[in-house]
């Protein structure tokens, strides 16, 4: 299939593609609250709605052909969909590919890292808000602690995987773990990704006054460590990286409130029961898995994918305001991932 780039009318091209494989999950996060809603009765969708592993490997390719160069699989928890490398093996197979990582809550990460290594993963990202066991199990909704995590993060190391930690930093819930946190990851060669609380979908209660700005964790940061700024390694990447100075570690800051980088996003959704989003802000998603399983041709799909990102104008974190959060439909984050 030939290979082509396609830009939005932002003439932001597409270059990064997150596919959700599942809408389960076996923690709850700072972005799936409250627990009455995301509790054991919570109505997930029916096996017949998520896309096949060949339906995704289908639109993967297409995806490719239209300049997508990383592919990120997400969740729900994606480790809980079975037999997931070989949906990984699927996808490394895809000629033009170049990187292709999960998004994960480690748990199960020592049961199937060497076998997602082996299927072709390069790198996963693992959600880790604390290493104070009561706290983070206040914050996963089950009373879990680190431990399972933690192994989880070993075994992805010991497999040959590139790991990277994501900590969402909320006002008077967590931000006491921000120096721990980089201590820890610091020591044990990790790179962290603090991530600003953000108003992904409707139910977790945001407000602006929760939000830890980059600028606020980076103060904190240089009170214990010399910090020096990392340029970015392409367009379109989203965190704002710095390295210690005494050891060959990142640190990043995810700044989708305080800093807004819609004007070099390049990245696109793909939902659990296929439909394509062209923003973690915007609740609007274009249906794909009906059009296909209609009968469209390959060709069909290209053009209608070419048609919403060509179309693609969102800039949500620019806009934002305390008022704009409560008058904008959101997708939850168990439907799209990060």
């Known amino acids: 299939m030939e290979r082509t780039i396609i830009k939005d009318k932002l003439n932001r091209p597409l270059h990064d593609l997150r596919i959700s494989v599942i809408d389960r999950c076996n923690f709850r996060c700072q972005y799936c609250m409250p627990a009455e809603k995301f509790g054991p009765d919570f109505e997930f ?16 390719k297409i ?20 037999d997931l490398p070989l949906l990984v093996e699927k996808l490394s197979a895809i000629e033009g590919l170049s990187d292709i990582g999960l998004t994960t809550n480690g748990v199960l990460l020592p049961k199937f890292a060497k076998e997602l290594k082996d299927a072709g993963l390069k790198r996963v990202n693992v959600s ?8 983070f199990g206040q914050i996963n909704g089950r009373g879990v602690g680190t431990t399972p995590v933690l192994e989880g993060i070993e075994a992805a190391k010991q497999a040959g995987l590139g790991v990277k930690i994501n900590m969402v930093v909320k006002k008077g819930l967590n931000d006491t ?49 010399e910090l020096e700024p990392v340029g970015p390694a392409y367009f379109g990447e989203v965190a704002k990286l710095y390295k210690y100075k005494d050891k060959a570690v990142n640190v990043g800051f995810i700044t989708s409130v305080s800093e807004s980088f819609c004007s070099s996003c390049t990245r696109s959704r793909l939902s659990a029961n296929g439909q394509i989003f062209t923003c973690l802000f915007n609740g609007n998603g274009h249906d794909i898995r009906n059009f296909m399983r209609n009968g469209a041709t390959d060709e069909q799909i290209t053009e209608r994918i070419t048609a919403i990102w060509n179309g693609r104008d969102d800039r949500y974190s620019d806009e934002r305001t305390a008022e704009t959060n409560n008058n904008r439909k959101k997708i939850e984050m168990s439907y799209i991932g990060g």
């Not at 880790?128 to 706290?135: A, G, R, V």
């Open 45 to 60: 969708l029916p096996r017949s709605a998520l896309l096949t592993y060949e339906e995704i490997e289908r639109l993967g």
């Open 63 to 82: 995806f490719v052909s239209l300049g997508v160069e990383k592919i990120r699989i997400t969740g729900g928890e994606p480790l809980l969909r079975k």
């Open 128 to 135: 880790l808000d604390s290493l104070n066991d009561e706290l």
């Open 177 to 225: 773990e921000i120096i721990p946190m980089a201590e820890y990851c610091k020591e044990h060669g990790l790179e962290l990704r603090y991530i600003e609380y953000m108003d992904v979908g409707s139910t977790n209660g945001w407000k602006m006054d929760d939000v830890i700005t980059k600028k606020q964790i980076y103060h904190l940061l240089k009170e214990r460590f």
